[in-house]
């Protein structure tokens, strides 16, 4: 004869523990699951700023530089030094157009990053012209694992740093697109380049940039607490040879997460202050 399982029957009250425990662990495997698979945190609300950068080491960063397998940080690149991150090219004999960037392990879409920023010295002598007095942070960038080996740029949408005496540009905080385009005042453009309403600061001047990023929706770019643009929409631009990879393989053509990689192409330049505030969807 079949037991009856009722709230009455300890029979019944084993099982119903048993079956409860059971859900909960594969609820918790689900999750470290896409937790792992794929890095990104959102849907989460938070009063506290993160540090993204631990003032010590790399640790938490993936460096990718053009030509060079991952991880490999040839010359020392990147480095910390009493609580900065800089970028050196003390020990380069020549640039040869190895464009470095530094990934964060994680990817996120709904955020506040900041960063304070010093450009100082003079660039690389072989590097392009318009890397003098310029760098950069990405944002809802490509991974670094899905880069080419030669690739000198992630798809990425930029948040573009220069100093006074740069040769790109007349401002900081523009908003730069390789391998994306975005939406000005509901209109798309295909600029590579849109300009902010910002200044440009002297050098070995600290500056802070921040973006703050819904997803696909809206990002605004902010200098020293001040809004100096604000696009939306950032789109994967099917004409460059790396996103038109990226949607062969799956992704989608509305951008709304990523990896965020501070640069390093051929101008000295620090990082301190590195923080992300996660938002609620």
Same mark, same amino acid.
């Given at each position: #004869?079949?037991?009856?399982?009722?709230?009455?029957?300890?029979?019944?009250?084993?099982?119903?523990?048993?079956?409860?425990?059971?859900?909960?662990?594969?609820?918790?495997?689900?999750?470290?699951?896409?937790?792992?698979?794929?890095?990104? =945190?959102?849907?989460?609300?938070?009063?506290?700023?993160?540090?993204?950068?631990?003032?010590?080491?790399?640790?938490?960063?993936?460096?990718?530089?053009?030509?060079?397998?991952?991880?490999?940080?040839?010359?020392?690149?990147?480095?910390?030094?009493?609580? =900065?991150?800089?970028?050196?090219?003390?020990?380069?004999?020549?640039?040869?157009?190895?464009?470095?960037?530094?990934?964060?392990?994680?990817?996120?879409?709904?955020?506040?990053?900041?960063?304070?920023?010093?450009?100082?010295?003079?660039?690389?002598?072989?590097?392009?012209?318009?890397?003098?007095?310029?760098?950069?942070?990405?944002?809802?960038?490509?991974?670094?694992?899905? #880069?080419?080996?030669?690739?000198?740029?992630?798809?990425?949408?930029?948040?573009?740093?220069?100093?006074?005496?740069?040769?790109?540009?007349?401002?900081?905080?523009?908003?730069?697109?390789?391998?994306?385009?975005?939406?000005?005042?509901?209109?798309?453009?295909?600029?590579?380049?849109?300009?902010?309403?910002?200044?440009?600061?002297?050098?070995?001047?600290?500056?802070?940039?921040?973006?703050?990023?819904?997803?696909?929706?809206?990002?605004?770019?902010?200098?020293?607490?001040?809004?100096? =643009?604000?696009?939306?929409?950032?789109?994967?631009?099917?004409?460059?040879?790396?996103?038109?990879?990226?949607?062969?393989?799956?992704?989608?053509?509305?951008?709304?997460?990523?990896?965020?990689?501070?640069?390093?192409?051929?101008?000295?330049?620090?990082?301190?202050?590195?923080?992300?505030?996660?938002?609620?969807?």
């Amino acid at each position: #004869m079949l037991t009856s399982f009722s709230h009455n029957n300890p029979q019944s009250t084993n099982y119903m523990q048993i079956s409860f425990l059971f859900q909960r662990f594969f609820q918790i495997l689900i999750f470290i699951y896409f937790s792992s698979s794929y890095g990104q =945190i959102e849907n989460i609300e938070t009063s506290n700023w993160i540090s993204l950068f631990n003032g010590e080491n790399l640790d938490g960063w993936t460096v990718k530089i053009n030509g060079q397998p991952l991880n490999e940080n040839i010359h020392n690149t990147f480095y910390a030094e009493e609580g =900065i991150l800089k970028v050196s090219y003390e020990k380069y004999e020549k640039f040869d157009m190895q464009f470095g960037h530094l990934f964060t392990n994680i990817a996120y879409s709904h955020y506040i990053f900041k960063v304070e920023y010093k450009i100082f010295g003079s660039g690389m002598p072989d590097a392009p012209h318009w890397t003098n007095l310029n760098s950069g942070a990405m944002l809802h960038a490509q991974s670094p694992q899905s #880069m080419r080996i030669d690739q000198a740029f992630p798809v990425s949408l930029e948040g573009q740093f220069l100093a006074e005496g740069a040769t790109a540009g007349t401002q900081t905080g523009n908003a730069v697109t390789p391998g994306t385009h975005i939406e000005i005042g509901g209109k798309l453009t295909k600029e590579h380049i849109v300009n902010s309403n910002s200044k440009l600061f002297p050098v070995n001047t600290w500056v802070t940039f921040e973006a703050e990023v819904h997803g696909n929706e809206k990002i605004i770019y902010r200098i020293n607490g001040e809004e100096v =643009i604000q696009f939306n929409h950032p789109q994967l631009d099917d004409t460059d040879k790396d996103a038109k990879k990226l949607l062969e393989l799956g992704a989608d053509k509305y951008v709304d997460h990523g990896f965020i990689a501070l640069q390093a192409e051929g101008q000295p330049i620090w990082f301190k202050n590195i923080q992300i505030k996660v938002l609620k969807k």
